[in-house]
């Protein structure tokens, strides 16, 4: 049976701070999740019908929805439904409200890999807080909400105490490298084109490929993405 691909937004809440690269929200998915289970991500989920209607309301801050919908080539209502639904899944989430696109910034678009159980067409975007707080509201979804440096949460992912799929750990080693929000923003794609990975064999190894690698059909990689294959147990 081949999965039906549904589409999905994440949110990478960043607490803005004079340090750079600032602290961001990992929350730990159920165990009984269907897709990626006990893994930790950033907050998001799929797309509902009342984001339409959110999403025309943020429509209506002309300057920043422009800003954000600069990034895409996909038609407004479909990018700014996509906002709509990471701050919703983010306040169900966690607890935080976020209602306004000053500090919302577009970062990458993932299509998760045929053979997975589910599949996701996902936006991910970057919000900068002015502050956080050390307990958020957990849900039946998610638990275990950290606040963690781009380095330390790779850290944690490395060394098996976390686990991280490839969308997460490649936006972190972004911002673990980046000096700036500048320079962050610097090195999102323009236009945005989704990433398209896939499982191969490689001996004894699986492997997730991404375009730009030798083992994956396109050529033109990410400038954003720093790894083009991700190895797998």
Known sequence: MIATISPASTLVCAHLSAQWPPKVLLVKRSDRARFLPGAHVFPGGRLEPCDLLLGEK?????????????????????????????????????????????????????????????????????????????????????????WLSPTAALDHHYRQEIFMAPPTRAILERMAISASLADLISAVDKPIKAICPYFIEQGREKLLVLPGDPLHHEEKASQFIMATRFNFP
């Open 58 to 146: 943020l429509r209506k801050d002309l300057v920043n929805f422009s800003r954000i919908a600069s990034y895409f080539e996909q038609k407004p209502d479909l990018i700014s439904s996509h906002v709509a639904a990471a701050l919703r899944e983010t306040q169900e989430e966690t607890g935080l409200v976020i209602n306004k696109l000053d500090h919302i910034w577009p970062l990458s678009h993932w299509l998760t890999p045929s053979g997975e159980s589910a599949r996701f067409d996902t936006y991910f975007f970057l919000a900068l807080l002015d502050q956080y707080g050390p307990t958020l509201a957990e849900s039946t979804e998610t638990s275990d909400h950290r």
